[in-house]
């Protein structure tokens, strides 16, 4: 079952670039929810305990129960988060409200395990797909997607089609897409391109 994060709000009235600005001095980062049976408003949420959240996170894909003052708890999807192009601070966050029947759509941090057969054959391991996009209900979100490439050999590929996906998780990827690749290194692949000549 998917962790799901406490996280603490309160209502904001204040808008505007200027009132947003002046917020973030004060320690708050501005939110807002909208989604199932919930009218989008206004959030304001302690800026230090959210990037805690974030800091201890694989991703930025995060379960919520976000309790708002005065409202009551709901489950919320971390639908974006807005950084400071320059210092990558976070500006501002989406919640989508959800319930546990609610499909979401997330992007999954992709890891290879193992060591393949190409690699120790003097091959190198390139990774083409670093996040997965995949579709799911809550409860079964994964924090991270495990994909075992030992058994690859110089010039094989991992594709989305290749990869047991954990249960009640689909990819929104086409099967062909190259999720990883051993290719040969620069000696091998000129031998091969004189073979082939």
């Not at 290194?185 to 082939?196: F, K, L, P």
């Amino acid at each position: 079952m998917a962790t799901k994060t406490p996280l603490k709000a309160a209502p904001r009235a204040r808008s505007g670039s200027g009132r947003l600005k002046q917020m973030r001095r004060e320690g708050w980062l501005p939110s807002v929810i909208y989604g199932r049976g919930v009218e989008s408003h206004n959030l304001k949420g302690d800026a230090k305990t959210f990037n805690d959240v974030l800091a201890h996170s694989s991703s930025e894909n995060i379960l919520v129960n976000l309790d708002v003052e005065g409202e009551g708890t709901r489950l919320a999807f971390l639908q974006t988060v807005q950084h400071d192009p320059l210092t990558g601070a976070v500006l501002h966050v989406d919640f989508l409200a959800i319930d546990e029947k609610t499909e979401i759509t997330a992007h999954i941090p992709a890891h290879l395990n193992g060591e393949p057969a190409g690699v120790k054959a003097g091959g190198i391991l390139e990774q083409y797909v670093h996040a997965v996009e995949i579709v799911c209900l809550p409860n079964d979100l994964p924090d991270t997607l495990e994909f075992d490439v030992s058994h690859l050999g110089e010039g094989d590929s991992l594709h989305i089609s290749d990869v047991k996906f954990p249960q009640g998780v689909r990819p929104t990827h086409a099967g062909e897409v190259v999720i990883a690749h051993i290719g040969k290194t620069g000696a091998g692949a000129s031998e091969e391109a004189a073979a082939s000549a």
